[in-house]
């Protein structure tokens, strides 16, 4: 080979190495909620599972290799079928069995096994994000159906399984099953109660309706059950879909075509039609919105979770690349500037990672009133902050980080999905100025949480100050509902932070979220930060 194509001055393969026990946010967070309770043998097993080379490259395969459509079979009969890569049903088949889809509702919450699922999920979505859609909808649709007792003992059994079976068939041939959801319609988006998919009762079949419509995106379209919203004689009601009937046939779910989005490619979303397609109503006629809060609730925490899975990929490919790489005769790690950008992304990734964890922890705790408001703080801001570490951490890179084979332009097309995801930015925030008014035991408990970290920073006490002002002013409360949620979640970071994180995590924290001492992008941290113990803290060399 010509020695002109000498590689030099490029980073190692990054694999080989435990994703969790390598994440030192992760096991703090992990230790300090569930410790002596959580079986962390587990999480290591599935770290070094998530990190190894061959387990990396099924998530580029099933990235560059899309999900195709095929409506029909040879014969021209109409099947409706998503083909995938063999790379995305390893992907789904090993989180399904280390139950990351719906098997913690069927454990003893006294083991914590949201919170165990939780550090799961951050750890196996550094793989590959697309696959976590039909994981988190199966996970969600559990606590939905449990409002209608009948239909939760027949799939319950089925959705909480760790048995991967992706072939279409009837449901008790099968060892266990996935769930879709299919709410929004074209004319309404996030209006779910503008939906104009119609709801028959069956006279013949008690508790079955014929559905009529059109749904503009369904998640997971190939799973074996989908959840959707329809009118019925009493008002938008939630159903229950099986893609295959009890007596074997094939339900009629066109999917009309696969959405052609900017990430989330190994995913398949799609357009749908029902024409009299038989549906298992979930709960009463007229209380769909209500039924379908509590899978909207543990899909908007995964949102959160998924997004600070990838801000942590993301990192460590930012400080390993820059540990490896020189330029102006030193290593980029070792540069000033390089270590206040590093830095700035762990912080981030920390407060996202601690947050998400403490949420899942009041999730096994039955901590109701802080969870129902804390999980869509969350979501809003966490998956927000992603987009930004996403496209920072891939100028690190360089332009090897806007290569594909780099793997970061994935990331960085996957961040905004989390966002959009379970309702934007604009509907999370209205739903917690809603929270705010209607259910004060909610306020009260995020309150609550924010006081246990005062008197530990006068800068995190001026800002609560400010926000306990702020939310006391109700003129023009929906205008500043954005600033109000941001706030909000800074400060519960902040509090986790300021109990839990080591010192300069939490310093660096208050002194750029909290009182806001620093600039508008990444890398503006203020002289005095330990930046050292940061980046190092990050990643262990």
């Known amino acids: 080979m010509p020695a002109t194509h000498d590689v030099t001055n490029q980073p190692p393969p990054l694999d080989g190495m435990d994703f ?11 230790r300090q909620h569930g410790e002596g309770v959580v079986d962390e043998s ?23 290799h899309k999900p195709v459509l095929r409506t029909h079979d040879r014969y021209g009969r109409r099947v409706d079928e998503v083909e995938f890569h063999p790379a995305w049903h390893r992907l789904m088949n090993t989180a399904v069995s280390h139950g990351l889809a719906g098997t913690p509702w069927a454990a003893d919450p006294a083991g914590l096994p949201q919170l165990t699922r ?7 979505g550094q793989v590959e994000s697309g696959h976590l859609c039909p994981v988190v909808m199966t996970h969600a649709a559990v606590p939905a159906l ?31 099953v996935t769930a879709g959801m299919g709410m929004t319609e074209k004319q309404g988006g996030s209006d779910v109660r503008s939906n104009t998919t119609r709801a028959e009762a069956i006279a013949a079949e008690p508790g079955w309706y014929a559905l009529t419509g059109h749904k503009w995106f369904c998640s997971a379209p190939m799973s074996d059950v989908v959840l959707v919203l329809a009118q019925a004689p009493g008002g938008l009601t939630c159903f229950l879909l099986p893609r295959v009937l009890p007596d074997g046939e094939r339900n009629v779910f066109r999917i009309q075509r696969l959405k052609d989005k900017l990430g989330n490619r190994s995913n398949a979303s799609a357009e749908i039609e029902l024409d009299s397609t038989f549906a298992r109503r979930v709960g009463e ?38 540990r490896h790489r020189f330029a102006f005769g030193a290593r980029l790690v070792d540069q000033a500037l390089m270590r206040n950008v ?5 912080v981030e990734s ?7 964890l403490r949420l899942a922890a009041a999730i096994d705790r039955k901590e109701d009133a802080f969870a129902r408001i804390g999980v869509a703080v969350a979501k809003y801001w966490v998956c927000k902050r992603a987009i930004v570490v996403a496209a920072e951490a891939l100028e690190c890179l360089g332009g090897n980080g806007y290569v594909e084979e780099s793997g970061m332009p994935r990331h960085y097309r996957e961040a905004p999905v989390n966002s959009v995801w379970e309702g934007s930015g604009n509907v999370v925030a209205l739903d917690v100025l809603r929270a705010v008014g209607r259910e004060p035991d909610s306020l009260d408990a995020l309150l609550a949480e924010l006081g246990m970290a005062r008197g530990e920073d006068p800068r995190y006490d001026a800002a609560v100050e400010d926000l306990l002002q702020s939310l006391a002013d109700l003129e023009d409360v929906e205008f500043r509902a954005r600033r109000l949620v941001e ?7 902040g509090s986790l932070l300021l109990r839990y994180a080591p010192p300069a995590v939490a310093d660096a924290f208050c002194a750029t979220r909290v009182a806001g001492d620093g600039g508008h992008t990444v890398g503006t941290l203020p002289r005095g930060v330990d930046v050292s113990a940061i980046v190092d803290r990050a990643l262990p060399g």
């Open 20 to 30: 969790y026990a390598t994440d030192a946010a992760l096991t703090d967070a992990v």
């Open 42 to 64: 587990r999480l290591h097993s599935l770290g070094q599972l998530a990190g190894s080379a061959e387990t990396l490259d099924w998530g580029r395969l099933a990235n560059e």
């Open 118 to 124: 939780a550090a799961g999920l951050l750890v196996w």
């Open 146 to 176: 449990r409002v209608d007792p009948d239909v939760a003992a027949v799939w319950e059994p089925l959705l909480t399984s760790t048995t991967y079976e992706p072939t279409l068939k009837r449901a008790d041939l099968k060892g266990g």
């Open 285 to 322: 006629e007229g209380r769909g919105v209500r039924t379908i809060v509590e899978m909207v609730s543990a899909t908007r925490l995964d949102c959160s979770l998924g997004s600070a899975s990838l801000m942590r990929r993301v990192l460590v490919e930012a400080v390993h690349h820059t």
């Open 342 to 346: 590093l830095a700035d992304l762990a």
């Open 350 to 356: 920390e407060a996202a990672t601690a947050l998400s």
């Open 487 to 493: 706030r909000m979640a800074v400060l519960l970071q």
